[in-house]
Nanobody, 123 residues
Framework: QVQLVESGGGLVQAGGSVRLSCAAS????????MGWYRRAPGKQRELVAR???????NYADSVKDRFTISRDVARNWYYLQMTSLNPNDTAIYYC?????????????????WGQGTQVTVSS
């Protein structure tokens, strides 16, 4: 089993920055892909950013050059640094890990998810 706990969400003004954290514990060995997804009110869940063990990163077009995904290998923590936030970024943000990149976004046991953290951007 893998446990993921997100933190760092909250209320922020447009133009501001927030860093989300995701603490991973349990049987995390062999997970080569991690990602951050979000679900905005009335919309489907979407991939925001992903990071593969070889260092490859991918971002949704809407967040390129504003968001940065990273990890602390020693602590098994993952991060999403978000800058230049706008109200369209308001959503619940989830971190997820998977043993293979193409499993990212799947349901357990192919991928594991945190409980989510709310980010609200006021105009």
């Amino acid at each position: 089993q893998v446990q993921l706990v997100e933190s760092g969400g909250g209320l922020v003004q447009a133009g501001g920055s927030v860093r989300l954290s995701c603490a991973a514990s349990g049987d995390t060995g062999g997970f080569v892909a991690m990602g951050w997804y979000r679900r905005a009110p009335g919309k489907q869940r979407e991939l925001v950013a992903r990071l593969i063990d070889d260092g490859t990163t991918n971002y949704a077009d809407s967040v390129k050059d504003r968001f940065t995904i990273s990890r602390d290998v020693a602590r098994n923590w993952y991060y999403l640094q978000m800058t230049s936030l706008n109200p369209n970024d308001t959503a619940i943000y989830y971190c997820t890990v998977a043993r293979y990149p193409h499993w990212l976004g799947s349901n357990p046991p192919l991928a594991y998810w945190g409980q989510g953290t709310q980010v609200t951007v006021s105009s």
